[in-house]
């Protein structure tokens, strides 16, 4: 029988081939995890996984990542996903705050913007998937709502201009409290959220009441960053919109109140030029905002909704 002096001198060798065969450099490793990534079958997975792997490797090793810090970061994911249920996504606010919602639909809309297409902008956490059908012309603002009065006249048009019949679009905004409706008691279910349907000359219209800026939520771990990075948390006064037509590529964006002191402070970076409006005041006090929204030929999506 070998003494395990001895059983430990015969292991040394295998043991140090062994080490000769596993990745002991951060590149070694590195040609390791994309090797192991070279039988995903679907080519566009595929891509972004060796992309993914090749830059979280990078930024681990820019940064010197401990195991510690690796751990606060996986923690933080974990948290986001507790955050997130029927009544709130946190996911997606974590999305916004970074910047990667506004630069992923720019680059959704890359070709369209070219064309001279109307500029995308985040949907955001508050879209909800049941928003009321309603007529032309009707209100989306509850009686009793409070606020300046304000009428939305939109049409829907192709990249060369022509109007675009029964297209849906699908609106919400903010009270001039500063809170969508589901975040708010005091307002009616459904409040300033609707869905539209064009007519045959590609518009739709509705009433409303003129929103006012407000905070994005901040009781979550997207809180928790935004402070640490000792960041402002408001949007500018703002309304939604998402068009989808059959032929058309979805168009999802926002008009923003140009007169908002945060026009060009967007704590999610959403609000760009082309999209600052002046809600025109009429002689009758009441605010009326004109729009035309030009849509790209191509194939409809129905964006994930984040709110039943
Ligand atoms: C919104 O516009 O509704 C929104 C967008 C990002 C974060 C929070 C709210
Ligand atoms: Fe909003």
């Not at 297209?167 to 609707?194: C, F, I, K």
């Amino acid at each position: 029988m070998k003494s395990s002096a001895q059983a430990a001198a015969t292991a040394t060798p295998l043991a140090a081939q062994h080490r000769e065969a596993l990745p002991a450099t951060p590149e070694a490793l590195l040609d390791a995890v994309l090797a192991a990534n070279r039988g995903t079958t679907n080519p566009r997975l595929k891509q972004i996984l060796d992309a993914l792997l090749r830059h979280l490797h990078a930024f681990a090793v820019e940064v010197d990542l401990s195991y510690q810090e690796l751990e606060v970061g996986l923690d933080f994911l974990v948290r986001i996903g507790k955050a997130t249920g029927p009544e709130k996504h946190e996911g997606i606010l974590l999305a916004d705050i970074l910047g990667l919602a506004t630069l992923v639909g720019l680059i959704d809309a890359k070709r369209s913007l070219a064309a001279g297409g109307t500029e995308p902008a985040l949907i955001g956490p508050f879209w909800r998937a049941a928003q009321p059908l309603r007529e032309n012309g009707a209100p989306i603002a509850a009686e009793g709502t409070p606020g300046e009065r304000l009428f939305v006249s939109g049409r829907i048009l192709s990249l060369d201009g022509e109007p675009i019949a029964n297209a849906r679009v699908e609106t919400w905004q903010a009270s001039p409290g500063g809170l969508y409706e589901n975040q708010d008691p005091h307002q009616e279910e459904m409040n300033l959220r609707g869905r539209f349907q064009t007519d045959a000359d590609g518009r739709f219209s509705f009433h409303s009441v003129r929103p006012s800026g407000y905070a994005v939520p901040v009781d979550g771990p997207c809180g928790e960053l935004l402070d640490a990075q000792q960041r402002a948390i408001m949007r500018p006064a703002h309304l939604h919109f998402i068009v989808m037509a059959e032929g058309y590529k979805t168009l999802a964006t926002q008009i923003f109140d140009a007169d908002d002191p945060n026009a060009y402070r967007d704590v999610v970076f959403g609000a760009v030029g082309s999209l600052l409006h002046r809600f025109e005041r009429q002689s009758d006090g009441s605010f009326r905002l004109d729009l035309d929204l030009k849509l790209e030929a191509g194939t409809m999506r129905v964006p994930m909704c984040p709110l039943p």
